[in-house]
């Protein structure tokens, strides 16, 4: 059996004395894509924003047990600055920077202190294709990232996050503003991914869990529910709270 | 007596606001309407850019003009780096704890100090303490210490209004923190800063008393040679024309007046401007 990419053991965090999340076991496996579904506050967007440790900002957060990227505790043993560069995240929200296309994709690769443009152009081509919008912006990649339609801004963050050059990706509902045939087009590029990255996707859509999910974890309440491949959770859920949700029963 | 019908009620009461709207603009444009009326015959190239002559009853008022300039000047080159740092700090970094509430407590009554107590302080710390003398220097720096609030409060602001979002994505492409705020947040909150700055000068320019016992000369017919000199300035200038010199003409110190009140507007009106410009342009 292949070491997990992403390794979380008994992880608990909570704000202000409020549990967010409780004693999670979990591993991720490489080039797979896990997808994390539940209602709203059952802590899986606390969940993705601890594994690259996005909450470090908020205040009052505290947080017990490990999360392993590569057998190495994120928490202990990785500058946070260089941790986000290997483990990306995409936001619910379209969150482009109010630059051009081409320097919200270089912003990475920037602050690393890459300054040759050929370098730099190659990077924003290549990520531009990998993220599916290339067709759609060569020929204004200096034109304002903020004129974009929704889909093609999220597309474009994907790309913005391929230019770290990461190893895994985190998704937080990136198709929660989007219309379908955007939401194709994200998981198109999701699907593809998963070749090179390890792809973590917290969703609301259980439909798009079953359809891009290799493995998915339930959430409820700050509780890890039940994680198993994601045939096998859909079809015949252990858990009587998992097959509740899933047909639609609450949530 | 029957009550009013609404109707009725609802015109008295739009009325009463109109008019209490409309007293509002009544002080400005008398104020403005007296000073040109009686200042604008003085005003000349001649005015602008000559020495006072026969005890400031004649000639112009450019030492004074320049004067303010140079102390205007100083009191930014001081108070910008120090108050943008310190709203950095409070808005970016600062915990909510025991220090950051003291120094917004601080603020908050630096805010509230008369400018007559600024004055004071800037004679005992920079002209006695520090031996800078009645000079450009300690002038410039009473004047900061007295716009800093105005520059903290306006920065903080407009550090406060970049969109948290920001911030995460910047972090979350791998850029250090001191990198997301000077290429994430700063740049954004800029028009905002630039904002309070003009704010801060016009206020500067305007000032008497903090000028009055750390740099103001009575009369100094030529222009400062340096920092550690003293130099007239406009608002003390026209002080001193209206009060302590006899028969000065009517046209001379309204035409100070303008000057000053010219200086003053322009600078809130450059104000007005750069905020709708970037209003306009900014969209998130």
């Given at each position: ?6 390794s979380?053991k ?8 409020k ?15 896990l ?24 205040s009052?957060?505290?947080?017990t ?8 505790d ?29 320097e ?11 300054q ?8 924003v ?5 990998e ?5 759609e912006?060569?020929d204004r ?9 929704g889909g ?9 996050t ?5 190893e ?8 929660s ?24 996707l ?8 079953a ?6 974890a ?27 949700y ?6 | ?21 409309v007293?509002v603009?009544?002080?400005v ?5 007296v ?13 602008l ?8 009853r ?40 025991m220090l ?5 407590l ?10 007559v ?12 303490f520090f ?5 450009i220097l300690?002038?410039?720096?009473t ?9 903290i409060?306006s ?6 209004a970049v969109?948290k ?7 979350s492409?791998g ?15 800029l028009?905002?800063i ?26 100094l ?31 001379i ?14 600078m ?9 410009h ?6 998130w």
């Amino acid at each position: 059996m292949v070491s997990p990419k992403l390794s979380v053991k008994n992880l608990s965090v909570s704000f202000d004395g409020k549990p967010s999340l409780g004693g999670v076991h979990l591993d991720i496996a490489p080039h797979i894509i896990l997808s994390v579904i539940g209602p709203a506050n059952s802590g899986k967007t606390t969940f993705l924003r601890t594994l690259n440790r996005l909450n470090d900002e908020e205040s009052a957060m505290k947080i017990t047990g490990s999360v392993l990227l590569d057998n190495k505790d994120v928490y202990r043993e990785y500058d946070p600055v260089i941790l986000r560069r290997k483990v990306g995240i995409i936001f619910a929200l379209p969150t482009p920077l109010p630059m051009t296309i081409f320097e919200n994709v270089i912003y990475g690769p920037r602050r690393q202190g890459i300054q040759d443009r050929n370098k730099l152009s190659a990077t924003v081509e290549r990520c531009l294709k990998e993220a599916y919008l290339w067709d759609e912006v060569k020929d204004r990649l200096h034109s304002p990232a903020m004129k974009l339609s929704g889909g093609q801004q999220q597309r474009l963050c994907i790309a913005r996050t391929l230019a770290v050059e990461p190893e895994v990706i985190l998704f937080d509902e990136p198709c929660s503003g989007l219309d379908p045939i955007s939401t194709a087009k994200v998981e198109e590029a999701m699907s593809k991914l998963k070749k090179h990255y390890t792809i973590v996707l917290v969703t609301n859509n259980t439909k798009q869990a079953a359809r891009v999910g290799d493995q998915t974890a339930f959430f409820l309440m700050g509780e890890l529910v039940e994680v198993g491949d994601t045939g096998s959770i859909f079809t015949a859920p252990r858990d009587r709270r998992t097959d509740d949700y899933i047909s639609g029963r609450f949530g | 007596m029957t009550a009013l019908s609404p109707k009725i009620t609802q015109r008295v009461a739009f009325s009463l606001l109109l008019a209490s709207a409309v007293t509002v603009i009544l002080p400005v444009v008398v104020v403005i309407l007296v000073i040109v009326k009686n200042g604008l015959a003085a005003i000349s190239w001649e005015f602008l850019t000559t020495m006072p002559r026969s005890g400031m009853r004649e000639g112009g008022i450019f030492p004074a003009i320049v004067g303010t300039f140079c102390l205007v000047a100083g009191a930014i080159v001081f108070a910008l780096p120090l108050g943008l740092c310190a709203a950095i700090y409070l808005s970016e970094y600062a915990r909510q704890g025991m220090l950051s509430r003291v120094v917004r407590l601080a603020i908050v009554n630096l805010a509230g100090v008369p400018s007559v107590v600024f004055g004071l302080f800037g004679l005992a710390l920079f002209v006695d303490f520090f031996r800078f003398g009645a000079s450009i220097l300690a002038g410039s720096l009473t004047l900061g210490v007295m716009i800093l609030p105005v520059i903290i409060t306006s920065s903080r602001e407009a550090l406060d209004a970049v969109p948290k979002s920001f911030r995460e994505v910047s972090l979350s492409l791998g850029a250090t923190k001191l990198q997301t705020i000077k290429h994430a947040v700063l740049p954004h909150a800029l028009p905002g800063i630039l904002t309070g700055t003009i704010l801060g000068i016009g206020r500067a320019a305007g000032e008497t008393a903090p000028i009055l016992f750390t740099v103001a000369a009575f009369y100094l017919p030529r222009l400062p040679q340096s920092v550690f000199d003293q130099a007239m300035a406009l608002p003390y200038h026209l002080y001193v024309l209206s009060t302590q010199v006899p028969n000065v003409g009517v046209p001379i110190r309204y035409g100070t007046a303008l000057v000053l009140l010219t200086i003053v507007l322009l600078m809130n009106l450059a104000a007005v401007t750069i905020r709708s410009h970037f209003r306009a342009k900014k969209k998130w």
